[in-house]
């Protein structure tokens, strides 16, 4: 069995986070089509991204762990900003405009209004936790269902960053917060990210 057989196999077990629905399977062939807009959307996730976990840095710096977990993250992120750019231009693609995205502006509604800190804190670290495992699970998909090689191993790399940091985020959340109103409030977000993502748009040019 090739590398990239057994590559699948661990995934496979590996990358159950819990999601409650997977990815329409269309998405995987349309986007096929639309490689320039789903790179450039990509470069801008991992723009947000660091720009995020930037923000969190500064709100919450006299958090445990924070700074000294996050901090690698930023840099972890603006590298992977790098990559999508170096993949534009290999194949010849230009980086296009940024666009709204359309599935983070649904998922921060299901935020309680007029929370505390602390609840806000935790809201922060779970939001980041749930985008980290939706970006996971479609990384999945692509690196599953895409026919070039070359963007199978580029996706597999970033599956695999993601499903750390959504575990890293979950992490944090338990050291500030008891393990059982964190597991309450994430199992929260996924019934709520369950209640609209089959509603959005199929859309080739959207990484989310």
């Given at each position: 069995?090739?590398?990239?057989?057994?590559?699948?196999?661990?995934?496979?077990?590996?990358?159950?986070?819990?999601?409650?629905?997977?990815?329409?399977?269309?998405?995987?062939?349309?986007?096929?089509?639309?490689?320039?807009?789903?790179?450039?959307?990509?470069?801008?996730?991992?723009?947000?991204?660091?720009?995020?976990?930037?923000s969190?840095?500064?709100?919450?710096?006299?958090?445990?762990?924070?700074?000294?977990?996050?901090?690698?993250?930023?840099?972890?992120?603006?590298?992977?900003?790098?990559?999508?750019?170096?993949?534009?231009?290999?194949?010849?693609?230009e980086?296009?405009?940024?666009?709204?995205?359309?599935?983070?502006?649904?998922?921060?509604?299901?935020?309680?209004?007029?929370q505390?800190?602390?609840g806000?804190?935790?809201?922060?670290?779970?939001?980041?936790?749930?985008?980290?495992?939706?970006?996971?699970?479609?990384?999945?998909?692509l690196?599953?269902?895409?026919?070039?090689?070359?963007?199978?191993?580029?996706?597999?790399?970033?599956?695999?960053?993601?499903?750390?940091?959504?575990?890293?985020?979950l992490?944090?959340?338990?050291?500030?917060?008891?393990?059982?109103?964190?597991?309450?409030?994430?199992?929260?977000?996924?019934?709520?990210?369950?209640?609209?993502?089959?509603?959005?748009?199929?859309?080739?040019?959207?990484?989310?």
């Amino acid at each position: 069995m090739n590398d990239l057989c057994d590559m699948k196999m661990t995934a496979e077990k590996k990358f159950t986070l819990g999601l409650k629905l997977p990815t329409d399977p269309r998405w995987a062939d349309i986007s096929t089509i639309s490689l320039q807009d789903i790179l450039t959307d990509h470069a801008f996730c991992e723009q947000k991204a660091t720009s995020n976990i930037i923000s969190l840095i500064q709100q919450y710096s006299e958090r445990e762990g924070i700074v000294e977990h996050l901090s690698p993250v930023v840099t972890e992120e603006w590298g992977h900003f790098r990559m999508v750019i170096a993949m534009l231009k290999k194949r010849g693609l230009e980086l296009g405009l940024q666009r709204q995205d359309e599935y983070v502006k649904k998922l921060v509604k299901g935020k309680k209004k007029g929370q505390s800190r602390d609840g806000y804190f935790l809201d922060q670290l779970l939001i980041c936790a749930m985008i980290e495992a939706r970006s996971c699970e479609r990384f999945k998909t692509l690196w599953q269902n895409l026919d070039d090689e070359e963007l199978q191993e580029f996706y597999y790399k970033f599956m695999v960053a993601e499903a750390s940091h959504y575990k890293l985020f979950l992490q944090l959340a338990k050291t500030h917060f008891p393990e059982d109103d964190v597991m309450d409030r994430w199992n929260y977000w996924l019934d709520y990210e369950a209640s609209f993502i089959g509603d959005l748009e199929v859309r080739g040019d959207r990484l989310h």
